[in-house]
């Protein structure tokens, strides 16, 4: 695929997760929302693929009332009231239509990253992570599990990976997680970097500090219902759900009761 741009075209690529997307655009004004939003995430290195030429217009599309993303001939569409991806797998590129607003390009990336991890055995799940002395610690749950509280309570020995949306990729026997610009009520974006996964948390506020390690099928069923994931595809269910399985053999899961202060981590290891 050529990588060529039209006269007057301007391109950004925004890297996360070891996976950088050539956003091509015409808008200034987009560009410097895309500079700004994602400063820690921008890549000058060689373009590996993923194309987006990307339109700036008052997109409004009033009779879409949530995200809907499916598969027709192998091209996606996602679409919400703000924005619609056109994305073709095969050749790794696509339009994106959106109104000049920084949530909209997050809920297209977030998409086209559900898209393209699943099909290289990884997904993205509800979890705050951080990394302390080398290893990714993950913490998962639903709005309220205290997820935030986590990333707040952080050690200073760790750095943070995100507060809100977790990034995991396969990489050969192992899970790595890496950080995101992705963020929630802590506002603040994780760190470009990544590591391999020590453990998962499931969070559940409680009086004490105490760690359980989940059984295999308990652990798969709760991280399915914290994996950010919108495809209406069954074949590519399958591929996340396979995913979520070997990792949960591979890792160890923990029920985590905590304190929402800094002594849960006397507990995490």
Not at 62 to 76: F, P
Request: hydrophobic share 45%.
């Amino acid at each position: 695929m050529s990588n060529a741009v039209m006269p007057g075209v301007q391109v950004v690529v925004v890297d996360i997760g070891g996976i950088p997307i050539r956003l091509s655009a015409d808008s200034d004004s987009f560009l410097r929302l895309v500079r700004d939003r994602y400063s820690g995430f921008l890549s000058s290195g060689l373009h590996r693929g993923v194309d987006l030429a990307v339109n700036v217009s008052s997109y409004n599309n009033s009779e879409v009332e949530d995200i809907c993303v499916a598969r027709h001939l192998g091209k996606w569409r996602a679409e919400r009231a703000d924005f619609r991806l056109d994305w073709d797998s095969d050749s790794k590129s696509g339009q994106l239509d959106l109104t000049l607003n920084a949530y909209s390009l997050d809920a297209a990336l977030r998409i086209l990253h559900t898209l393209l991890l699943a099909e290289n055995g990884g997904f993205l799940l509800h979890a705050a992570s951080s990394v302390r002395q080398g290893r990714a610690f993950l913490f998962f749950g639903p709005s309220g599990a205290g997820k935030t509280t986590v990333a707040r309570l952080a050690l200073s020995d760790t750095t943070l990976l995100s507060d809100e949306i977790s990034y995991i990729r396969r990489d050969g026997a192992s899970y790595v997680a890496h950080g995101t610009p992705f963020t929630g009520e802590l506002a603040k974006s994780g760190e470009n970097i990544s590591a391999p996964i020590a453990g998962l948390y499931q969070l559940v506020k409680a009086s004490t500090n105490r760690v359980t390690l989940m059984k295999q099928g308990d652990a798969a069923r709760a991280l399915l219902e914290s994996v950010l994931f919108f495809a209406e595809d069954p074949d590519l269910v399958k591929l996340v759900f396979k995913s979520v399985c070997d990792l949960v053999c591979r890792l160890p899961v923990y029920r985590l009761e905590f304190v929402p202060d800094r002594s849960l981590w006397n507990v995490v290891q």
